[in-house]
């Protein structure tokens, strides 16, 4: 959606937004406000769902661990092994935090 005051892409506003983020705390509060508690869960499932299957574990197992629908690790499967990267980045990134 496009803001027709500036003409910005309101997406790309909140990608920039995110951006501006420095700290868990400050990540935390801003997720508080942007999404309702199970909208954050199921991020969190998400994440979690990208990290087992990028070390190897099966699908099954997988769903079986954190109640991830088998529709649902199928997709974050389709996105961690797609083009864009975004979970790979991600993943790597918490991986050199460790």
């Known amino acids: 959606m496009t803001d027709e ?16 983020i420095e700290t868990p705390e400050e990540a935390r509060a801003f997720l508080l406000d942007l999404c309702s ?4 869960v199921d991020l969190a499932q998400r994440l979690q769902v ?6 190897g574990h099966s699908y099954v197992d997988v769903s079986k661990a954190t109640g991830a629908s088998s529709t649902t690790v199928s997709r974050v499967s389709k996105c ?9 980045t991600v993943l790597a990134r918490l991986a050199e935090e460790s």
């Open 50 to 55: 990208a990290t087992m299957l990028s070390v």
């Open 37 to 40: 508690t199970r909208e954050i």
């Open 5 to 20: 005051r500036t003409g910005e892409d309101e997406t790309d506003r909140l990608y920039a937004a995110m951006c501006l």
């Open 80 to 88: 961690l092994n797609g083009e864009r990267g975004g979970y790979r």
